[in-house]
């Protein structure tokens, strides 16, 4: 698992260690880590020279910022100096830190002014490594000048950005960028991860993320986000036994599609197939009954009118995908939502939830899974409010719903009242396609069913479907092609196996 913590727990954890430590350790130790990941970027090449060069004689660019994030930078380009880098600080807030700019100077660094517009221009385009160190964790809303024009000019250069703890411009905790920020290729964070490296839009600027150990372990609290690795997800997958049978593998109950939409229920039933329920059970009218039976004659169909009497016994419940707004839907939903089963809701569900909240007052788990304008109705906002500040959204929703709530996106995020957000790190863009979220209901739906609890199932759902859409967009890892929900239902086999191996 990544674990991430706000400023505020990363302040105060910061405080506690410090006190306990010679002054300038933590910055020493900091600095240390970002240089030694500086250096292994140049061995790796750099745009101006041949590859394998190293240090030696690399142009590194150090943009510095008044806080303590510009002292990292400086201690962390005088290490490279000394390593033999031809190291510039542009110095660009209105002081700078001393113990960092004696050190680079003593280390036989350049020192800028921001003022000198123009040879600050040309060291950052000659640039084969720039050290973002504008703002840390103290950055507030988008950058001001002069840090917003050297962002412009450093991701014009065609050097590599490193940027120091988070990209200058992210909001640490929040992930939210208002205004202009760096877009980083690396950063190198210290002690924690930030949530608002994990989720976007923050996370799209922060590139690859090395986390630099500097003693916070054993001070830090519960985290606000986390991120799960493959070994997290794979011990959460349940795995059929020799005493399993259909039953106690798990049936789950699906409640999609209509005369008007039929397809969203075959891609849901699918995903239930394929998630590895032990039964499904497939309620709808006609079309969609018949449509579902031909595609997946292994689900059990019940052709149904305004009543689920009779269905038989199921597990869990999938609700919503193309099963239509209007009052038998929501008679429909209302019965699923009224027993003591888990529920995933999804899609026309959510719409119908929209007006009918009080269908959320119930005992058993409830998931939803919105995407941003799903979840705007939901929560009586718009979407842009919702994708601005994503993090913020989706815990307002899982309490005010009290519902485990998956909001799907750029970072999908799910989140359960008083528990970390937890944020899947395997999605791709090409899974913005129409009827991927049936699938990933159908999932979802299987993993309830099986036994998983409700932020397990949710977490463990959006990763597999990441990963499904990963492996049939790119299968060799050459470049990508689009894909269709059908394609991530099939490759959702390879899915499970990628994390069993
Ligand atoms: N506190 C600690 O123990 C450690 C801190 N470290 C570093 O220190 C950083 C935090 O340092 P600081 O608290 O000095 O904060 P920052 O260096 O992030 O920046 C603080 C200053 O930037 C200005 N500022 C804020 N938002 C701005 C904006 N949008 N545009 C322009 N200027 C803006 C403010 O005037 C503020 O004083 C961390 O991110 C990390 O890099 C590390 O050295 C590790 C140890
Ligand atoms: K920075």
């Known amino acids: 698992m990544r674990y991430a913590h706000e400023v505020d727990k990363v302040r105060t954890a910061e405080r506690a260690l410090m006190a306990r430590l010679p002054d300038g350790t933590l910055m020493s130790r900091a600095a240390a880590g970002l240089a030694s990941v500086c250096a292994r970027i140049l061995r790796g090449g750099?745009?101006?020279?041949?590859?394998?060069?190293?240090?030696?004689?690399?142009?590194?660019?150090?943009?510095?910022?008044?806080?303590?994030?510009?002292?990292?930078?400086?201690?962390?380009?005088?290490?490279?100096a000394r390593r033999g880098a031809g190291v510039t600080a542009v110095l660009a807030g209105t002081k700078s830190h001393e113990g960092g700019l004696a050190d680079l100077r003593a280390a036989g660094g350049r020192v800028l002014p921001v003022a000198e517009e123009e040879r600050v221009a040309t060291a950052i385009d000659r640039a084969d490594l720039i050290i973002d160190g504008m703002l840390g964790i103290g950055g507030r809303g988008g950058l001001r000048e002069p840090y917003a024009g050297l962002a412009r000019r450093a991701a014009d250069s065609p050097a590599i950005v490193v940027a120091c703890d988070l990209p200058s411009g992210v909001d640490a905790s929040s992930g939210q960028v208002a205004g202009a920020a760096v877009r980083a290729d690396v950063t190198v964070t210290f002690g924690t991860y930030k949530p608002g490296l994990l989720v976007d839009p923050g996370a799209e600027?922060?590139?690859?993320?090395?986390?630099?150990?500097?003693?916070?372990?054993?001070?830090?609290p519960d985290p606000d986000v986390c991120a799960p690795l493959a070994e997290d997800v794979a011990v959460r997958l349940p795995r059929p036994t020799s005493e399993s049978n259909k039953y106690r593998r798990g049936v789950v109950g699906v409640l999609a599609g209509s005369e008007?939409?039929?397809?969203?229920?075959?891609?849901?039933?699918?995903?239930?197939?394929?998630?590895?329920?032990?039964?499904?059970?497939?309620?709808?009218?006609?079309?969609?009954v018949e449509l579902v039976r031909q595609r997946w004659p292994e689900s059990v169909t019940t052709v149904i009118g305004d009543s689920l009497d009779g269905i038989g016994r199921v597990q869990a419940w999938v609700a919503g995908p193309g099963l239509g707004t209007d009052e038998r839907a929501e008679a429909l939903l209302a019965q699923v939502l009224a027993t003591d089963l888990p529920v995933l809701v999804d899609a026309d569900g959510l719409t119908v939830l929209a007006r009918r909240r009080d269908l959320l007052w119930r005992d058993a788990p409830t998931v939803l899974t919105p995407h941003a304008g799903e979840l705007a109705r939901l929560l009586g906002t718009d979407a842009g409010e919702i994708e601005a500040r994503r993090l913020e959204h989706v815990r307002r929703a899982a309490e005010e719903l009290t519902a485990t709530v998956l909001l799907k996106g750029s970072t999908t995020l799910i989140a359960e009242a008083d528990r970390p957000v937890r944020v899947n790190p395997t999605g791709t863009p090409w899974l913005a396609t129409a009827g991927s979220g049936d699938v990933l209901s159908g999932l979802t739906g299987a993993l309830l069913a099986g036994g998983v609890p409700a932020i397990d199932a949710a977490a463990t759902g959006a990763y597999l479907?990441?990963?499904?859409?990963?492996?049939?967009?790119?299968?060799?890892?050459?470049?990508?092609?689009?894909?269709?929900?059908?394609?991530?239902l099939d490759a959702l086999p390879e899915a499970f196996r990628t994390l069993a191996g």
């Open 46 to 80: 750099r745009p101006h020279a041949e590859p394998g060069l190293g240090v030696y004689g690399a142009r590194v660019v150090l943009l510095v910022g008044g806080g303590d994030n510009g002292g990292d930078a400086l201690y962390a380009g005088a290490g490279l």
């Open 205 to 220: 600027h922060a590139g690859v993320v090395e986390l630099v150990d500097i003693g916070l372990g054993p001070y830090l």
């Open 260 to 288: 008007t939409f039929t397809g969203a229920a075959v891609l849901a039933v699918g995903g239930a197939v394929r998630g590895g329920a032990g039964m499904v059970r497939f309620a709808s009218s006609e079309h969609p």
């Open 465 to 488: 479907h990441g990963l499904a859409a990963r492996l049939s967009a790119d299968p060799y890892g050459d470049g990508a092609a689009p894909i269709s929900a059908y394609d991530v």
